[in-house]
């Protein structure tokens, strides 16, 4: 039976927005999310992970019609948003967007994602994601996978103007800072993956989508602005652990062809090699760690978080 939300309609859209100790970019989020031209067809859950800046007694005042849950352990961003998901799927919306917390929406994101998603065997969209401190800038517009298994950002760090597409156009993957999953796909393929936890989760998520029939759309006109990257991005440490792990895991679970994975394998090595042999790369010792240890917990199967 299809649950209700507590304007007493079933939405079209439950949108799951996680939230850790971002008091100030969560409520900006949600105000841009309360300003959608279609709010009403729109029910928010915010998943607080065990935020300790006053979040939840803040998104209580201001938004007293958004869901919010109390997780009990971190996850990850797997991990928590499954959470979410779980519960999201209870009110059977056709839609569930997982949502980053540090995201504001253009007032007509929802109505042009749900319309980009109306076309035939479509399970995953995207919008175009900006730089929120450089607006007219892209950050990503949809994701390539190249035979390599190498993923990146289409037209990242290009204005705008530049790399808007005419249309609705097809994709690997989108962005995890805003992806729209149909529910049926779910129903069909699964949640994230929570041996992930953190990174390269999502382009997996619409690996197996797409291999299972589904289309990924990134929808142009459809814009949000994000503030967690911007365009002078360097990884931490932690970041090099995950997509080096989480890298070699996915090849693995969708069998990826010998030849790039070999070639994964020689470039990982060359790059462990050099960061420890050659003096000029002294200051990456800790990245050199941090790989290091992804590729031997990849090789002894342990997953989640990064053991400290």
């Known amino acids: 039976m299809a649950g209700s939300s507590p304007s007493g309609r079933t939405p079209a859209v439950v949108t799951v927005v996680l939230n850790t100790n971002r008091r100030d970019d969560t409520l900006a989020c949600l105000s841009s999310l309360a300003g959608q031209t279609m709010a009403a067809r729109n029910h928010v859950i915010v998943l607080d992970n065990q935020s300790h800046d006053g979040s939840r007694a803040a998104i209580r005042d201001a938004f007293p019609d958004v869901e919010l849950i109390a997780l009990k352990k971190d996850g990850g961003y797997a991990g928590n948003n499954n959470v979410g998901i779980v519960r999201a799927l209870v009110y059977r919306p056709e839609w569930v967007l997982v949502l980053n917390e540090d995201t504001v929406l253009d007032p007509r994101c929802l109505e ?28 990503s517009a949809g994701g390539r996978l190249s035979h390599h298994w190498e993923a990146c950002h289409i ?40 041996r992930f936890y953190y990174y390269w989760e999502e382009t997996e998520w619409c690996v197996r989508a797409r291999r299972s029939g589904w ?9 949000l602005w994000h503030k967690g990257v911007k365009r002078d991005y360097r990884p931490s440490a932690n970041v090099t652990y995950y997509n080096t792990r989480n890298r070699l895991l996915i090849m693995s679970k969708h069998r990826a062809p010998a030849g790039a994975r070999t070639r994964t394998w020689i470039r990982t090595l060359r790059t462990l090699t050099s960061w420890t042999c050659r003096p000029k790369w002294r200051h990456m010792r800790q990245h050199r760690d941090a790989m290091l240890q992804g590729v031997r917990d990849y ?10």
Do not use: F, K
């Open 112 to 139: 042009r994602m749900l319309d980009g998603g109306r076309a035939a065997h479509v399970g995953i969209v995207g919008p175009m994601v900006l730089h929120h401190d450089e607006p007219t800038i892209v950050q």
């Open 155 to 194: 037209g990242a760090n290009e204005p705008i103007a530049q790399v808007v597409p005419a249309a609705p156009a097809d994709v690997d993957w989108v962005s995890g800072c805003a992806i729209m999953v149909r529910s049926r796909l779910i129903d069909r393929v699964g949640m994230l993956d929570e």
């Open 215 to 223: 289309r990924i759309v990134h929808v142009p006109d459809a814009r």
């Open 299 to 308: 090789l002894l199967g342990r997953w989640g978080a990064r053991p400290v």
